[in-house]
Structures are given as structure tokens and as C-alpha cells.
């Protein structure tokens, strides 16, 4: 499967931007799906993922409450919706499938889409 990150942009804090991770060549609802995020200067980290099964969701406890990861599988992708936007949340964000197990380690995932960049301005 291949993937493909869309949705990135600049916003102010407060505001919001959706993300969505579009699939080809197979059914994305088919593997668990997760986020990633890298910060300037920082290693990549989890933000959330979403088991294939029961759509159960995990969140890291700094996005927890104001991101939501969800399928959209009319359109064969996973969506982040991020609230409440802080300028610590700008990064270059990351999505990956994985047919193991929804984890909040990278080495759970086999396919990975190129980022998008998020920038919020204090």
C-alpha cells in the first residue's frame, strides 16, 4: 500500500487543521494506521493511531483531547483532525500502516507516507 499525506499548512493558535492520509493499492481499513510527528531539532514521535478491526484509538497524552484520529474509508484514508493548535505542535507530520498491531512504535509499521509539514504561530 502506498500513502500519501495531505493537509499540512500555517495556522494560528487556537485554530485547527485535518490531515489525511489517502491509500493506493489496497484498502487502507485493512492495517492499523497511526500518526507521527517530528519536531525541529527532535526525534520522531507518536501522536495516535487507529486499530483496523474496532477503530479503537490510542493518543499520546500531549495531543490527548484535542486531536482525533478516524477512517474515512469512503475515501480509502485515515484523517487527523487537530484543534486547538499549540506552536510546540509544529512539525512535520507522518502517516504509517502496519498490519502487526496499532502501536505507538514506529517499528510496527511497514509503509510510511512522505509528511506534511504543520507550523502554528504563536
Known amino acids: 500500500v502506498q500513502l500519501q499525506a495531505s493537509g499540512g499548512g500555517l495556522v494560528q493558535a487556537g485554530g485547527s487543521l485535518r490531515l489525511s492520509c489517502t491509500a493506493s493499492?489496497?484498502?487502507?481499513?485493512?492495517?492499523?494506521s497511526a500518526w507521527f510527528r517530528q519536531g525541529p531539532g527532535k526525534e520522531r514521535e507518536f501522536v495516535a493511531s487507529?486499530?483496523?478491526?474496532?477503530?479503537?484509538?490510542t493518543y499520546a497524552d500531549s495531543v490527548k483531547g484535542r486531536f482525533t484520529i478516524s477512517r474515512d474509508n469512503a475515501n480509502n484514508a485515515v484523517v487527523l483532525q487537530m484543534n486547538d493548535l499549540k506552536p510546540e505542535d509544529k512539525a512535520v507530520y507522518y502517516c504509517?500502516?502496519?498490519?502487526?498491531?496499532?502501536?505507538?512504535?514506529?517499528?510496527?509499521?511497514?509503509?510510511w507516507g512522505q509528511g506534511t509539514q504543520v507550523t502554528v504561530s504563536s
Open positions: 504509517a500502516a502496519g498490519a502487526r498491531a496499532a502501536s505507538a512504535y514506529e517499528d510496527e509499521y511497514d509503509h
Open positions: 493499492g489496497r484498502p487502507l481499513s485493512t492495517y492499523h
Open positions: 487507529i486499530s483496523r478491526s474496532f477503530a479503537a484509538t
